[in-house]
């Protein structure tokens, strides 16, 4: 099978033949048919964060595709059923953020294409309890993104606790922010998009936000501000002054969910303002595999949209050199043969 392979970091990621991978007890191998580019995948591959992966691996945490082979014991899932396999790879299940329902805090949890191999390949390993099964009618290529740019920002807008009064502030127009944008008009929420390339600007007034912010020619706080200030803001651009920028333009009592991860980013969190405003800084980190079935479950029911570009694997340096350019279409998929 082929596989896109990050043999050291911030080099070129190399297409290689694999053995087809052997699934253990309670894993299935899976036929991937579709593999969204995550940014986070970038930061992967160039070995961004304090907590590195280890070359050689594969990257890609937005897999879909059919089960064809089932480990010992894997009961619940059938040969030829659609799953997704997403960041959260596995958890414990018995610890105190498992039994919580906080799986995503799981300091045992193995992350897919970070902890193990990922997505960009043609075959693909899962545990079973982890994989999440994709409803009838939706396109494994609309499944692809919704795998963590969709769960990520649904789970980010209930961290929030946003309301039908309220104003978001949606930082980044990316892969992830055009569907925080859509979860929070679903949420019945005023919505500021905020980018700073034309074509997120326009895809954000065509998914129906209330102002769209360029962030290259106003003072976004000033402007959030100007509108009674946010509630709530969403920081989803891998750019650390955005941070900043959307924190000054939360309203009293409002709420700034981090969620992007620039390099070794920091903020300064200005304590006065803080203190006397009551305003929250909040970390949020994927979402829960029930998070993941009600995004799904959204997506079948027509209530969001995927904005998405397929290409073929073979483009996966190119692809990553256009998403670090802004110049997709919010998420590229790599096509791995849906027709199969
Ligand atoms: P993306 O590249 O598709 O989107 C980023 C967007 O931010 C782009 O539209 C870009 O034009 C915009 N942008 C850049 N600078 C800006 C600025 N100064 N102000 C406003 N917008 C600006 O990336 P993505 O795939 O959506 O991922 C975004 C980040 O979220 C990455 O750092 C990724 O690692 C992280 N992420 C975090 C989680 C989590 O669980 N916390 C999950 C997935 C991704
Ligand atoms: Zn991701
Ligand atoms: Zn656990």
Redesign the pocket.
């Known amino acids: 099978m082929k596989a896109a392979v990050v043999r050291a970091f911030g080099e070129p990621l190399v297409i290689e033949e694999h053995p087809d991978p052997e699934p253990g007890p309670g894993q299935v191998r899976v036929r991937v048919e579709a593999s969204g580019?995550?940014?986070?995948d970038?930061?992967a591959a160039h070995g961004d964060w304090p907590v590195r992966p280890n070359p050689p691996f594969v990257p890609g945490h937005e897999g879909v595709g059919l089960v064809e082979k089932l480990g010992d014991g894997v009961t619940h899932l059938a040969l030829g059923q659609r799953v997704a396999v997403p960041?959260l790879g596995r958890a414990c299940g018995r610890c105190e953020h498992c039994l919580s329902g906080w799986e995503t805090l799981c300091e045992q949890q193995i992350n897919t294409g970070y902890g193990c191999d990922g997505g960009y390949a043609e075959k693909m390993l899962a545990w079973a309890d982890f994989a999440q099964p994709v409803p009838q009618g939706v396109d494994p290529v609309d499944a692809a993104p919704l795998t963590?740019?969709g769960v990520?920002t649904y789970?980010?807008l209930k961290v929030a606790d946003v309301r039908p009064t309220q104003l978001v502030a949606i930082?980044?127009?990316?892969?992830?922010?055009h569907l925080a944008l859509q979860y929070a008009k679903i949420a019945g929420a005023t919505v500021a998009a905020?980018?700073?390339?034309d074509e997120?600007l326009e895809l954000a007034a065509e998914l129906g936000a209330d102002l769209v912010i360029d962030?290259r020619k106003n003072d976004?706080a000033e402007v959030l501000k100007r509108h009674g200030g946010a509630h709530a803001a969403i920081a989803?651009?891998?750019?650390e002054?955005?941070f900043a920028?959307v924190n000054a333009g939360l309203r009293r009592g409002g709420k700034l969910v981090?969620?992007?991860?620039?390099a070794h980013g920091t903020i300064q969190v200005p304590i006065f303002d803080t203190v006397l405003n009551g305003t929250s800084v909040i970390?949020?980190?994927?979402g829960t595999r029930q998070d993941l079935a009600e995004v799904f479950q959204l997506h079948a029911a027509g209530r969001t949209r995927v904005i998405r570009e397929t290409r073929p694997l073979d483009s996966v340096n190119e692809s990553i050199e256009d998403?670090?350019r802004?110049q997709?279409p919010?998420?590229i998929v790599f096509d791995l043969g849906t027709a199969k």
Do not use: F, Q, Y
């Open positions: 580019l995550c940014h986070t970038i930061h960041w963590c740019a990520t789970k980010a930082s980044g127009i990316g892969g992830l922010g905020i980018d700073i390339t997120k962030a976004v989803l651009a891998v750019n002054e955005s920028a981090m969620v992007a991860l620039p970390g949020s980190i994927v998403v670090l802004g997709v919010a998420r």
